[in-house]
């Protein structure tokens, strides 16, 4: 008679096997996507399936009731040490007698999808660099004189295609115990570039090794670096967490950490240093945060820009202070996180770092683009990462032109007379009447908005302190709404505006947001040099999106993108109405978190998308702002709020 019918769900793939196929082998015959550590031998469970769906029946399809074997031995012992779930059956002990729909649970899958939290994009697939295997090694024997490492290789090229292998020398020591203990049974973590290259032995453990094997995901900023602790094997993330950027004592923005390295001799060897130290002790107190073993850390991967990214591996970034910028590497790079000084992990560790786009638009902005994806884009994106730089990213299916501006840490705080950075506190949304001009606004940490009652005991003991990037920015957009503030920037005075929060100051006046003076706390205002210092930070914004839109010969955008950990807390309406971004419809603006973190996390996870935005950022067209003389044009006309001569028609909508 015919071979038993399988249909594979979810995927939908079938074909016809012999009767007495294993499903596990089935499954790999067709195509279909299931895990296995154990290579089939019935004590790693990550094969379980669960026979007869019933949603092929109406295809009319008989399923037998003993489509699959009963239970042998292997699975029966399983089920009395483990429990095997109801339904459940392990893919490489059963065996296919008959006609049969089997299920591949999600956790079953190797190229499980992982949901973004930031819902709007697809889901990262699992496909990461380093995986775990179970191998039996034969054991040595007099008369075949190979070492126990050759031997290993060899199962490992026999019992998973694997090979050649690399071992760096804190495994090699590792090896013959581990064989011994486990009986010459193991399981070897083995790291696989996406592209050619040798397969890297990082780890061995005796027996089957059940606890999970992690990977962290850096996003090496110029203010603060924030890490991601992910599960290799489901991409859960279990921790998250940031430090401030240690390099900040060397120089507060980039361009002075690099004139601190042209002035200082071992300067870059200095900030190399610190930096890579506190990626360490970072890397430390997040693995006790999720609690697990710092050892099982075997992967890292970063994004930065070009200078941090530089000083990361510890070359001078003198080349990136002047023109033409040039790189040492643009390229991708993986190697041994050891070479990077990082102690605290796994000795064998590996680490990804993603390509930089160009001199000025660095690894963290291909980051950006890997997450966002504008090449996968019907609608024309300006996708903007907001920082101290902003990076900002033009494109569709047709190209993508990619620039940096220098906006500045206006937008995040500083250099404002009551700024503070984004934290308990500081006042981060701000709304002014527009008759009396009395401000109301709400606080970091305390739901509530001021004019609220029981906004005050909300608040607590730390009070109000000061007022963040989202906070500037709504405050200056408010004043203008308010007619507080002139199209130039100027604020008005208390007689021509009726308005008696404003004060004089000096030869100009300032807006009262806060007196907290009577009860000893501070007095926040936003001063005529703050406005300045927005209204310079947010002419370099929008000169960069216009000069890419300029390159593109365009008008008009289809959609804006803010990125970015500030990116998501500015108000589009406000950013808008200050004319950081250009026109365009206030539902097409939406916010994407911190995209270079989840660029960093995709990368983390699926080996494929390493080779995906090594390929594409040699497609991203660079445009280089600070050579441009359009840019100072730009730069000038958008000084004015919104803007001296484009029009925001949606504004007035
Ligand atoms: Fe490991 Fe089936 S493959 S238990």
Partial sequence: SQDPL?????????????????????????????????????????????PGS??????????????????????????????????????????????????????????????????????????????????????????????????????????????PLDVPLPVLARIQPALRAGKWRVTVAVHRDHGEGPARLVDIWPGLHEDGIYGLAVDLGSTTIAAHLCDLDDGRVLASAGIMNPQIRFGEDLMSRVSYAMMNPDGD??????????????????????????????????????????LLLGIDPVELGQAPFALATSGALSLAASELDLSAINPAARSYILP???????????????????????????????????????????????????????????????????????????????????????????????????????????????????????????MRMGGLLDASGLIGSAAQTGCDRLVPDGRTHSYVVHDGRPDGGPLITVTQGDIRAIQLAKSALYAGARLLMDERGVDRVDRVVLAGAFGAHISPLHAMVLGMIPDVPLDKVTSAG????????????????????????????????????????????ANAIPHATAQFPELSR
């Fill in 54 to 163: 019933g949603q092929f029946l109406k295809h009319g399809l008989h399923v037998a009731q003993d489509a699959l074997s009963p239970w042998n031995a292997v699975e029966a012992r399983y089920d009395e040490l483990r429990g095997l779930a109801p339904g459940r059956r392990l893919g490489c002990q059963a065996v296919i007698e008959s006609d049969v729909v089997i299920d591949v649970p999600p956790e079953s899958q190797v190229h499980r999808q992982v949901v973004r939290k930031e819902a709007a994009q697809r889901d990262i697939r699992m496909d990461p660099a380093t995986r775990l295997h179970f191998v039996e090694v034969p054991e040595p024997d007099m008369h075949e004189p190979s070492g126990d490492l050759e031997r290993l290789a060899a199962a490992l090229a026999a019992q998973w295609q694997i090979g």
């Fill in 269 to 310: 060897a200095e900030m190399t240093q610190a930096v890579r130290r506190a990626i360490d002790t970072l890397a430390a107190q997040i693995a006790v945060d999720a609690e697990v073993d710092p050892r099982a850390i075997v992967e890292t991967v970063f994004v930065c820009n070009p200078v941090m990214h530089h």
């Fill in 594 to 637: 911190n995209a270079a973190g989840t660029g960093a996390r995709i990368a983390l996870l699926d080996r494929e998308a390493r080779g995906r935005i090594e390929r594409d950022v040699r497609r991203i067209h660079k445009v280089e702002t600070a050579i441009e003389p359009r840019f100072q044009e730009h730069f000038i006309a």
């Fill in 6 to 50: 399988v249909i594979f769900t979810p995927s939908g793939k079938r074909g016809r096997v012999p009767r007495g196929t294993r499903v596990l082998d089935a499954a790999r015959r067709l195509g279909v996507d299931l895990d296995s550590v154990c290579g089939g031998r019935g004590i790693c469970s990550k094969c379980q399936v669960t």
């Fill in 356 to 478: 930089c786009i160009a001199g000025h638009v660095g690894a963290d902005a291909a980051a950006v683009a890997l997450s966002e994806d504008p090449f996968a884009q019907e609608a024309l994106s300006l996708i903007v990462d907001v920082g101290t730089n902003a990076e900002i990213l033009l494109g569709d299916r047709n190209g993508v032109l990619a620039c940096s501006s220098p906006t500045g840490p206006a937008f995040e705080g500083a250099q404002i007379s009551s700024g503070q950075r984004a934290a308990a506190g500081a006042i981060e949304a701000l709304r002014i009447d527009r008759e009396t001009g009395m401000p109301r606004f709400r606080v970091i940490g305390c739901p509530l908005w001021s004019d609220e009652a029981g906004f005050e005991e909300a608040v607590g003991a730390g009070g109000i302190t000061g007022i963040c990037g989202s906070g500037i920015i709504e405050a200056v957009a408010e």
